[in-house]
């Protein structure tokens, strides 16, 4: 507990102890009165200094000028035990609500664990410094013991260790860092020790713009939490007003028919009324119901930038895939190798691929080194041609080597065998002669089938795949996948074009999102009705450009985003209608004389518990 949640409670403890005290007294008069002023001061204090504050200010009709009201015109009638205890468990009710809340910011005090709170700097005489994050310059080399956090983005300089990335990711994943690794703030160093050249100042690290990300989450309200707003706006100042109808009406006109007034009657009615129409229940719960999701999900290593993007994941039927890094790793593996004649073996053929491709940066000639499983030496090759949109020519421990598409053994004039499989095929030839051909493929993430097969179990209509990729790979991996629809060979301009054909296509109500890697996906990531990063981790374009922010590669976290969202959203409603129906039920009954100031504190502080309990679940993940 906080300090100001423990003085709450220990002035509930003292106001209950002296209501109880003054029970017994044989007390009357204005002696009676003066007594009960002291736990009613002890527990209401606050609230009758904020109702006067906000008369002062012009912001008369809140839940304090209610309880305001309510008890101090049941203690001028005399119902001194009602009005103290009205006071009473509005504060327990508080209380209660204060603690709901700090939970559900415990929950996000998870993920603010990664703010660093010092960065280690040696200096002349080989000392460390510890400096706040804030003051390091960009280029300065930092260390990074273990057990600590890395406070800014970086590249590693000298030493290796293995990074824990679960305060970011919401798992586990340890992750190795070696000299020339670009390494991010908010990873743990569990190992060796770093030094860290920072590439970033501490403001734009990725642990800064994350938490920024998160606290400022709550500014971007969903369409539920700003009916609320508008509703208690309106709401409040008519329950006033038809209290206080209650409370002059009904004793003029019986006067008027010559019947006595009553008018003690109908203002202990009009008073219950106020206590039992105060909107405590909703105004509370509800956001605290879209800020436990929002907590729940960053737990889980899903940063979702505003309760409005909460609210649109739940209504979410139509998903959009880019391929390369989001279904699949966006990593060239050589998958076949086909050697041509006797005098040519695997080992071989990879061999000359590898070594005619040793000075490509090019994903393809990656796949092909790796392959090789040895580094090429340099000195073994010369007269290295780059034929664009064909391959490579080079010499090779003296022979002529050509690594390429059919188009470059066309080219060359050799004759060739038509690989079979589906992939990028590179065709090989040795001093003229045909040794055989590789196949290299992108490999398909483990989770990529099931998540597909998640989101239609959760009740999306239609899955459709984008890609620049070629048609046959394309279908190849859809089908796989169990993809719906699949569009090849496409332009970033035409993956927009493709969603606005969506868009146009899906029914009111319905919402579409995209899902990308985040980096060269940014257009079609704000045209979407919701834009989801996949594998954000360290990705400033992915932050930025997108709605939901999955901080790790698994795809299986967009199902349960969705998940979360929903559960969220049936969570806002059942709290809506609960505390509509029992107010309603109980503002007749109040109204009517039927229920007196003990079954309003029960629809007033009764329900915002009951609510705010309910709320709570979202914090629950499975």
């Known amino acids: 507990m906080t300090k100001k949640q423990k003085r709450t409670l220990y002035r509930i403890i003292l106001a209950t102890v002296l209501i109880a005290v003054l029970h017994f007294l044989p007390v009357q008069g204005m002696w009676r009165l003066a007594l009960y002023m002291v736990?009613?001061?002890?527990?209401?204090?606050?609230?009758?200094?904020?109702?006067?504050?906000?008369?002062?200010?012009?912001?008369?009709?809140?839940?304090?000028?209610?309880?305001?009201?309510?008890?101090?015109?049941?203690?001028?009638?005399?119902?001194?035990?009602?009005?103290v205890a009205v006071m009473l468990f509005y504060q327990i009710g508080e209380l209660f609500q204060s603690v709901a809340v700090g939970k559900s910011r415990r929950n996000i005090s998870a993920l603010m664990d990664i703010r660093p709170d010092y960065a280690n700097i040696e200096d002349e005489e080989g000392n460390l410094e510890q400096v706040d994050p804030d003051e390091v310059e960009i280029g300065t080399v930092i260390v990074v013991r273990p057990g600590e956090k890395i406070p800014i983005d970086g590249v590693v300089e000298e030493g290796?260790?293995?990074?824990?990335?679960?305060?970011?990711?919401?798992?586990?994943?340890?992750r190795e860092a070696v000299p020339g690794d670009a390494v991010i703030s908010g990873c743990v160093n569990m190992t060796g020790l770093l030094k860290v050249r920072t590439t970033k100042e501490f403001g734009e690290s990725t642990v800064s713009r994350i938490l920024d990300l998160v606290e400022n989450s709550s500014m971007k309200k969903s369409r539920s939490e700003n009916f609320i707003t508008k509703f208690a706006r309106y709401y409040t100042p008519a329950v006033c007003y038809g209290a206080l109808a209650l409370a002059l009406l009904p004793p003029i006109v019986n006067l008027l028919m010559g019947n006595p007034a009553a008018w003690g009657e109908w203002i202990i009615r009009a008073l219950t009324f106020l206590v039992i129409s105060c909107p405590c229940a909703l105004v509370i719960s509800i956001p605290l119901s879209f800020f436990g999701g929002i907590g729940g999900a960053s737990a889980c290593g899903i940063l979702v930038k505003g309760s409005n993007y909460l609210e649109a994941l739940s209504q979410t039927k139509y998903v959009v895939f880019d391929k390369t890094g989001t279904l699949t790793?966006?990593?060239?593996?050589?998958?076949?190798?086909?050697?041509?004649?006797?005098?040519?073996?695997?080992?071989?053929?990879?061999?000359?691929?590898?070594?005619?491709?040793?000075?490509?940066?090019?994903?393809?000639?990656?796949?092909?080194?790796?392959?090789?499983?040895?580094?090429?030496?340099?000195?073994?090759?010369?007269?290295?041609?780059?034929?664009g949109g064909h391959g490579v020519t080079a010499w090779v421990d003296g022979k002529q080597v050509a690594a390429g598409n059919a188009k470059l053994m066309k080219k060359l004039g050799v004759p060739y065998e038509?690989?079979?499989?589906?992939?990028?095929?590179?065709?090989?030839?040795?001093?003229?002669?045909?040794?055989?051909?590789?196949?290299?493929?992108?490999?398909?993430?483990?989770?990529?089938?099931?998540?597909?097969?998640?989101?239609?179990?959760?009740?999306?209509?239609?899955?459709?795949?984008?890609?620049?990729?070629?048609?046959?790979?394309?279908?190849?991996?859809?089908?796989?996948?169990?993809?719906?629809?699949?569009?090849?060979?496409?332009?970033?301009?035409?993956?927009?074009?493709?969603?606005?054909?969506?868009?146009?296509?899906?029914?009111?109500?319905?919402?579409?999102?995209?899902?990308?890697?985040?980096?060269?996906?940014?257009?079609?990531?704000?045209?979407?009705?919701?834009?989801?990063?996949?594998?954000?981790?360290?990705?400033?374009?992915?932050?930025?450009?997108?709605?939901?922010?999955?901080?790790?590669?698994?795809?299986?976290?967009?199902?349960?985003?969705?998940?979360?969202?929903?559960?969220?959203?049936?969570?806002?409603?059942?709290?809506?209608?609960?505390?509509?129906?029992?107010?309603?039920?109980?503002?007749?009954?109040?109204?009517?004389?039927?229920?007196?100031?003990?079954?309003?504190?029960?629809?007033?502080?009764?329900?915002?518990?009951?609510?705010?309990?309910?709320?709570?679940?979202?914090?629950?993940?499975?």
């Not at 998958?335 to 005619?356: N, Q």
């Not at 709605?547 to 349960?560: F, G, Q, Y």
């Not at 409603?573 to 229920?595: D, S």
Request: charged share 25%; proline share 3%.
């Open 329 to 387: 790793k966006g990593v060239f593996r050589v998958i076949r190798t086909v050697p041509a004649g006797h005098d040519m073996d695997e080992k071989k053929l990879l061999f000359y691929a590898a070594y005619a491709e040793s000075y490509s940066n090019h994903p393809i000639s990656k796949s092909l080194k790796e392959a090789f499983g040895e580094e090429p030496e340099p000195g073994r090759v010369t007269d290295v041609e780059e034929i």
């Open 160 to 174: 290796s260790a293995v990074l824990n990335t679960s305060a970011l990711t919401g798992e586990s994943l340890p």
């Open 418 to 622: 038509e690989a079979e499989g589906i992939g990028t095929v590179v065709y090989v030839a040795v001093d003229g002669s045909y040794g055989g051909y590789i196949l290299i493929a992108d490999v398909e993430k483990e989770q990529a089938g099931e998540a597909v097969a998640a989101l239609k179990k959760a009740g999306i209509k239609k899955t459709v795949m984008l890609t620049g990729d070629g048609r046959e790979v394309a279908e190849d991996v859809a089908s796989r996948l169990g993809v719906d629809e699949v569009h090849s060979e496409l332009l970033p301009g035409d993956k927009v074009a493709w969603v606005e054909k969506l868009l146009a296509q899906k029914k009111a109500g319905e919402k579409l999102a995209f899902v990308g890697d985040g980096i060269n996906d940014a257009p079609v990531l704000s045209r979407a009705d919701i834009g989801i990063a996949m594998g954000a981790l360290g990705s400033d374009a992915a932050i930025e450009a997108a709605d939901v922010v999955l901080m790790d590669d698994n795809p299986m976290k967009i199902a349960l985003a969705m998940r979360i969202s929903r559960k969220c959203m049936r969570i806002v409603y059942e709290n809506i209608v609960f505390a509509l129906g029992i107010k309603a039920l109980c503002l007749i009954l109040g109204a009517l004389g039927i229920a007196g100031m003990w079954a309003a504190i029960f629809a007033d502080v009764g329900v915002m518990v009951l609510a705010v309990l309910n709320a709570i679940r979202c914090l629950k993940i499975k």
């Open 39 to 83: 736990p009613y001061l002890i527990i209401g204090y606050d609230i009758l200094k904020k109702a006067f504050l906000g008369i002062c200010h012009r912001e008369v009709f809140d839940e304090n000028f209610l309880m305001a009201v309510a008890t101090i015109g049941a203690v001028i009638l005399g119902d001194y035990t009602e009005g």
